[in-house]
């Protein structure tokens, strides 16, 4: 059990057979945190080449490359310092969402004094068992917290705070498991971002910059298949919007499409049961979900609709992918007339995105401004065969994105199941590799 002077808010469970206890600064070289260069000079920022995370970005994961760099100024002249490789942070601030984060650094970089930065004593630690034990550990951190609504971790809290702790080579073992898991869902996620990029990168060249049409106007190979060449247009016409594919049509959004927005459930259960479907918030977006309700009264949608954040600080962000039934801040929005296609109207309003989050509506809590979206303008060919071929490479390339997710998704169950057993001893990694095996089959 965690002894006297240990910063823990109960008991530790027994400690296994050959295990022994100890507290976080035993098993580190340092425990400390970063610094912020001041935002009002500009040289700590501008042409930055170290990579200073926020804890904001601490998502559970390995980081490699920040939002922000900083230059060799900031580090020379602030408190801000490069932590090494392998470093664990923890988000000491914020609320339930950004307090105890976790991150490891994939390599050298700097951080914000919000994180706490554990450099693991190799000879007694294994980094990533440190950072698993962290995560199974992480309502006892909040319980030990102080503040109101936004609660902080000191690090003398963090330091003191004991763990049960295995052996280097069972720690690599345990570490070995859990980041096999961990890594494979990163590789599906940097997947899924590549495909949607890809997708993204189609539809901007076919249907906004008309690329095709361009370079059939100027009597160049689009590149395409004969087949596909053949339905763009070889000219442009002038419109309101500026040069178009001739013959192609031009409409206000707003009457091409139909927004429902979604409702709050009048009862909401915790968990699955019979007849309730899930309530898609906005963390529904990364397959958590924290409410199901009765589908009566209720906004549904499938995998291929297209929803829009409408309050929050998420407002404008479009996504899709979701079944289940629509929250309240959330909006699905429908392709009709001559608009038939909902990846079409998924990447155009992925498009649009960016402007959309800039023409935001309200003070404290932001708003997407329906009536800003229905008045953009939309052109499209008037006959459906380049539409439907569109249609079918985006939902070739969708039904990828949406197979790593499943996967991603039952990973992440089959790791969040071992997590507590092995961190707790109670399965030892003999038996871990066994019950794995037995999972997979």
């Known amino acids: 059990m965690a002894g006297e002077g240990h910063s823990n808010p109960t008991l530790l469970s027994p400690t296994p057979d050959g295990w022994s206890v100890a507290a976080i600064e035993d098993l580190c070289e340092n425990v400390t945190s970063g610094g912020t260069p001041l935002r009002s000079d500009s040289s700590y920022y501008q042409g930055g080449i170290h990579s200073w995370f926020r804890t904001q970005e601490l998502k559970d994961s390995i980081l490699f490359e920040s939002e922000e760099k900083i230059t060799d100024k900031a580090l020379a002249q602030t408190s801000a310092k490069l932590f090494p490789k392998n470093t664990v942070l923890m988000a000491m601030y914020g609320d339930g969402k ?145 040069e178009i594919p001739n013959g192609w049509d031009l409409a206000q959004l707003g009457t091409l499409v139909d927004f429902v927005k979604g409702k709050k459930p009048a009862h909401a259960a915790t968990s699955m049961a019979d007849g309730l479907s899930p309530v898609i918030l906005i963390e529904g977006f990364e397959g958590k979900v924290s409410a199901y309700a009765s589908a009566i009264g209720m906004v549904e949608v499938m995998a291929d609709d297209v929803l829009m954040v409408m309050d929050g600080a998420s407002s404008g962000r479009v996504e899709t992918g979701c079944t289940g039934l629509v929250g309240s801040t959330l909006a699905r929005i429908t392709p009709r007339g001559r608009l038939p296609g909902k990846r079409f109207l998924y990447f155009l309003l992925k498009h649009l995105e960016p402007s959309t989050r800039h023409h935001l509506t309200g003070t404290s809590i932001p708003h997407a401004d329906k009536g800003w979206v229905a008045h953009q303008a939309v052109c499209f060919p008037k006959a459906p065969d380049l539409l439907n071929r569109f249609e079918n490479l985006a939902a070739h390339l969708r039904g990828k994105v949406d197979a790593a997710r499943r996967e991603s998704l039952s990973l992440a169950v089959l790791r969040d199941t071992l997590l507590p057993k092995l961190i707790s001893g109670e399965l030892r990694v003999p038996d871990a590799d066994q019950f794995a095996r037995g999972r997979e089959q």
């Not at 976790?102 to 990533?128: F, S, Y």
């Not at 990029?197 to 076919?206: G, N, P, T, Y």
């Open 98 to 242: 950004t307090i105890t984060s976790l991150g490891i650094l994939a390599k050298e970089a700097a951080t914000n004094q919000a994180c706490c930065a554990m450099i693991p004593d190799r000879v007694h630690c294994e980094p990533r068992f440190l950072f698993y034990a962290l995560k199974h550990h992480r309502e006892d951190f909040i319980r030990i917290a102080s503040g109101g609504a936004q609660r902080n971790l000191s690090g003398k809290l963090i330091r003191r705070f004991a763990i049960n702790t295995p052996p280097l080579d069972e720690q690599r073992a345990i570490a070995h498991i859990l980041g096999t898991l961990d890594d494979k869902i990163e590789l599906n996620r940097r997947m899924k971002e590549t495909l949607e990029a890809v997708a993204r990168a189609l539809f901007k060249s076919w249907f906004v910059d008309f690329e095709p049409v361009r370079a059939k106007a100027e009597g160049r190979d689009p590149g395409l298949p004969k087949p596909l060449t053949d339905l763009f247009p070889g000219s442009f016409e002038d419109s309101e919007l500026g």
